[in-house]
T-cell receptor, first 112, second 114 residues
Framework: GENVEQHPSTLSVQEGDSAVIKCTYSDSASNYFPWYKQELGKRPQLIIDIRSNVGEKKDQRIAVTLNKTAKHFSLHITETQPEDSAVYFCAASIQGAQKLVFGQGTRLTINP | NAGVTQTPKFQVLKTGQSMTLQCAQDMNHEYMSWYRQDPGMGLRLIHYSVGAGITDQGEVPNGYNVSRSTTEDFPLRLLSAAPSQTSVYFC???WGGGRNSPLHFGNGTRLTVT
């Protein structure tokens, strides 16, 4: 079945620097790739998503890139701020099934 | 709109007890699902439903039952709780299919089985 690997598991960056989280997936038919942010004690919330017909998508300081050939996609956060500290999850769709498979999560810490 | 509402927020069970985690949404979403979240393992799909009367298994369905009698409600039943079911449970819903539209999560239920 579909497998989604997420790296790194923890990431610490200085405020103002950029952060990059990468996910790889196994099903070449996957066509939907969302990213969720989960603050401590809260529910996951969608921050950005991308579909397989697009290579890159941006929303202010957040961007996602997709490389279908290599089967990986990445989350880029620029000009990081303390409120970016959270756990981030990537996910990929499963061909022929109405479900997503999630990565293991990345705990991002922004140091002031 | 309240969105996705989960009850209870916290629950402690003894091994072998049964209980039902409630999930309701008021967004008229056809798709609803249950995930469990364990440290270092991300969100794993337990069961999902693409509409009233239709349910299917996810990655980790053993020990859990679901039913979908209405569009709004999707309860998760633990028939005989085990310590391995200690986890945080999230219910989620979406307007489209579960593989191509954003999920809206509830606030979670933290379950401890002793």
């Amino acid at each position: 079945g579909e497998n989604v690997e997420q790296h790194p598991s923890t990431l610490s960056v200085q405020e103002g620097d950029s952060a990059v989280i990468k996910c790889t997936y196994s099903d070449s038919a996957s066509n939907y790739f969302p990213w969720y942010k989960q603050e401590l004690g809260k529910r996951p919330q969608l921050i950005i998503d991308i579909r397989s017909n697009v290579g890159e998508k941006k929303d202010q300081r957040i961007a996602v890139t997709l490389n279908k050939t290599a089967k990986h996609f990445s989350l880029h956060i620029t000009e990081t701020q303390p409120e970016d500290s959270a756990v981030y999850f990537c996910a990929a769709s499963i061909q022929g099934a109405q479900k997503l498979v999630f990565g293991q999560g990345t705990r991002l810490t922004i140091n002031p | 709109n309240a969105g996705v509402t989960q009850t209870p927020k916290f629950q402690v069970l003894k091994t072998g007890q049964s209980m039902t985690l409630q999930c309701a949404q008021d967004m008229n979403h056809e798709y609803m699902s249950w995930y469990r979240q364990d440290p270092g393992m991300g969100l794993r799909l337990i069961h999902y439903s693409v509409g009233a009367g239709i349910t299917d298994q996810g990655e980790v369905p053993n020990g859990y039952n679901v039913s979908r009698s209405t569009t709004e409600d999707f309860p998760l039943r633990l028939l005989s709780a085990a310590p391995s079911q200690t986890s945080v449970y999230f219910c989620a819903s979406t307007w489209g299919g579960g593989r191509n539209s954003p999920l809206h999560f509830g606030n979670g239920t933290r379950l401890t089985v002793t």
